[in-house]
């Protein structure tokens, strides 16, 4: 079906701020995500999963208690947004093809939980543990860990029982997945094999629960996209570092070499900062936006302190790279090693 055409696609940042979520109008059917959903239905064909998961546009991602579907984030819905989105938080959560496809097979697993009562079986709980284990506010990772599966970022298998499930499922079910030899000797590969098996006894059969409704959705959100991204940067912000001079001074110089504006560490940092952020979220799964934060500040200091670069913008980039990988690692220890859930 052809891309329905939307008269806010050519509205400024500020316009659609302002706009309620129900005004936009979306049609999941007329989206470039709409194809990535047929291709997960396809997936669970394929491995004789008759049940598929109803979807609908929402503001996260997310799948609810007691409702066999799955929320795609509004973003997603047309390009204009997820430049929106990008600018608002230095990331697209889902944004490429791959990350869209392994969250979407995330969600699936906690849909088919939901659509077959699976976690209620006592083995279900013996591999994964207690459904019902409250969800905490932070969990602490173990990254050398054998027993959880590694698919989505900050080893997030091991936040809680009902997501070391939708992780686990999620690699079972990727095409072309290797599991039973990329997790050899790993005590994850019990928790795959037992998955595989599950999955098996559930071939043709119907789903037990069959709720189509819709939880949240963007329709029938009176909210605008200004209070939205307020409450969702004022959710990623962190207690800033204090910033030393001498830890920047390393970084640039006060020595101007005489190659114009272009070379202060203020404008270098401004230019490069969604890539910057990018790098440092891949490297340590934080959310893009924390590590903007620390930019902001960074370039603020840099601006006051008037210092320029001392070598090329690679070697520069390498170094401020560094340093914001540091920064964030020194804040998680300060906070016992917790990651948000």
Same mark, same amino acid.
């Given at each position: 079906?052809?891309?329905?055409?939307?008269?806010?696609?050519?509205?400024?940042?500020?316009?659609?701020?302002?706009?309620?979520?129900?005004?936009?109008?979306?049609?999941?059917?007329?989206?470039?995500?709409?194809?990535?959903?047929?291709?997960?239905?396809?997936?669970?064909?394929?491995?004789?999963?008759?049940?598929?998961?109803?979807?609908? %546009?929402?503001?996260?991602?997310?799948?609810?208690?007691?409702?066999?579907?799955?929320?795609?984030?509004?973003?997603?819905?047309?390009?204009?947004?997820?430049?929106?989105?990008?600018?608002?938080?230095?990331?697209?959560?889902?944004?490429?093809?791959?990350?869209?496809?392994?969250?979407?097979?995330?969600?699936?697993?906690?849909?088919?939980?939901?659509?077959?009562?699976?976690?209620?079986?006592?083995?279900?709980?013996?591999?994964?543990?207690?459904?019902?284990?409250?969800?905490?506010?932070?969990?602490?990772?173990?990254?050398?860990?054998?027993?959880?599966?590694?698919?989505?970022?900050?080893?997030?298998?091991?936040?809680?029982?009902?997501?070391?499930?939708?992780?686990?499922?999620?690699?079972?079910?990727?095409?072309?997945?290797?599991?039973?030899?990329?997790?050899?000797?790993?005590?994850?590969?019990?928790?795959?094999?037992?998955?595989?098996?599950?999955?098996?006894?559930?071939?043709?059969?119907?789903?037990?629960?069959?709720?189509?409704?819709?939880?949240?959705?963007?329709?029938?959100?009176?909210?605008?996209?200004?209070?939205?991204?307020?409450?969702?940067?004022?959710?990623?912000?962190?207690?800033?570092?204090?910033?030393?001079?001498?830890?920047?001074?390393?970084?640039?110089?006060?020595?101007?070499?005489?190659?114009?504006?272009?070379?202060?560490?203020?404008?270098?940092?401004?230019?490069?900062?969604?890539?910057?952020?990018?790098?440092?979220?891949?490297?340590?799964?934080?959310?893009?936006?924390?590590?903007?934060?620390? %930019?902001?500040?960074?370039?603020?200091?840099?601006?006051?302190?008037?210092?320029?670069?001392?070598?090329?913008?690679?070697?520069?980039?390498?170094?401020?790279?560094?340093?914001?990988?540091?920064?964030?690692?020194?804040?998680?220890?300060?906070?016992?090693?917790?990651?948000?859930?």
């Amino acid at each position: 079906m052809a891309a329905r055409k939307y008269r806010w696609a050519t509205a400024s940042d500020e316009e659609l701020l302002s706009m309620r979520f129900r005004d936009l109008k979306l049609v999941l059917s007329r989206t470039t995500v709409q194809p990535r959903i047929d291709r997960l239905y396809g997936e669970l064909g394929q491995r004789g999963i008759k049940f598929k998961p109803h979807c609908w %546009l929402a503001e996260e991602w997310f799948s609810p208690d007691g409702v066999p579907g799955i929320a795609i984030p509004f973003y997603l819905a047309h390009r204009r947004l997820s430049q929106l989105e990008n600018r608002q938080m230095f990331g697209v959560e889902g944004g490429t093809d791959k990350f869209c496809m392994q969250l979407l097979r995330h969600e699936a697993g906690h849909a088919i939980d939901t659509a077959y009562g699976l976690h209620r079986r006592q083995r279900w709980q013996q591999m994964f543990g207690r459904f019902q284990k409250p969800y905490p506010d932070y969990y602490s990772p173990r990254p050398q860990s054998k027993n959880f599966v590694l698919h989505l970022d900050w080893w997030y298998a091991q936040s809680h029982p009902a997501e070391d499930f939708a992780e686990t499922f999620a690699v079972w079910l990727a095409p072309g997945s290797r599991w039973q030899r990329e997790y050899a000797g790993w005590g994850a590969l019990k928790k795959l094999q037992y998955v595989d098996e599950l999955m098996a006894s559930l071939t043709d059969r119907s789903p037990l629960v069959r709720k189509r409704v819709h939880i949240e959705p963007l329709s029938q959100n009176n909210r605008t996209l200004g209070e939205h991204y307020a409450e969702k940067r004022k959710h990623y912000a962190i207690q800033l570092p204090q910033f030393y001079d001498t830890e920047l001074c390393r970084l640039f110089t006060h020595d101007w070499d005489g190659n114009g504006s272009r070379r202060t560490a203020a404008a270098f940092l401004r230019r490069n900062a969604g890539l910057l952020c990018d790098v440092c979220a891949r490297s340590t799964g934080e959310y893009p936006y924390v590590f903007a934060q620390i %930019l902001q500040e960074m370039i603020i200091r840099c601006r006051e302190l008037k210092l320029h670069l001392s070598e090329t913008e690679e070697q520069t980039r390498l170094g401020v790279v560094a340093f914001l990988i540091v920064h964030m690692l020194n804040h998680i220890n300060q906070t016992q090693h917790r990651v948000p859930v």
